[in-house]
């Protein structure tokens, strides 16, 4: 649920766009898929967060502490970026050139993610969250069939 909060300005920003030039059809058809998708990736890991055993989860505590530095480390060169890329913002607002190494490096590695996701296409990527969270199911199935016996 916390990265919904990183996502809400992008959504406000391409629905309210929708919204302003393709009238309440517009908004909506830009909202939909929008909500679909995050729906999916929020149920997809609620539920592998559920069926995750004790056994699962001990295992995993022992990567927390190295986890949390990691994240931590992350968090900050995230901030970091943001903070480059604000002053970056400034500096063209200002009249400054808007050519920079570091901006157009990160421009192309999310271009090239978005366009990795974009070529396997809505399907691709809602056949994988199904099948993953079918695959869940049958392990929870079979784990409790085993304890069963």
Do not use: H, K, N
Not at 3 to 28: E, I, K, N, W
């Amino acid at each position: 649920m916390a990265s919904l909060s990183c996502t809400v300005g992008p959504f406000l920003a391409v629905t309210s766009a929708a919204l302003s030039g393709a009238g309440l059809a517009g908004g909506l058809a830009a909202f939909s898929p929008y909500a679909l998708g995050m729906g999916l990736v929020v149920t997809a890991l609620s539920l592998a967060v559920a069926l995750a055993r004790t056994a699962v989860v001990a295992r995993l505590r022992r990567l927390l502490p190295y986890v949390s530095r990691a994240g931590g480390a992350l968090l900050v060169l995230a901030g970091l970026y943001v903070l480059y890329y604000s002053w970056y913002e400034l500096r063209v607002f200002a009249g400054a050139e808007a050519d920079d190494p570091l901006v157009g490096t990160a421009t192309a590695v999310r271009a090239t993610i978005a366009g990795w996701v974009a070529g396997l296409g809505p399907w691709w990527i809602a056949v994988a969250l199904v099948l993953l969270t079918l695959t869940a199911l049958a392990l929870r199935t079979a784990r409790r069939r085993d304890r069963a016996q």
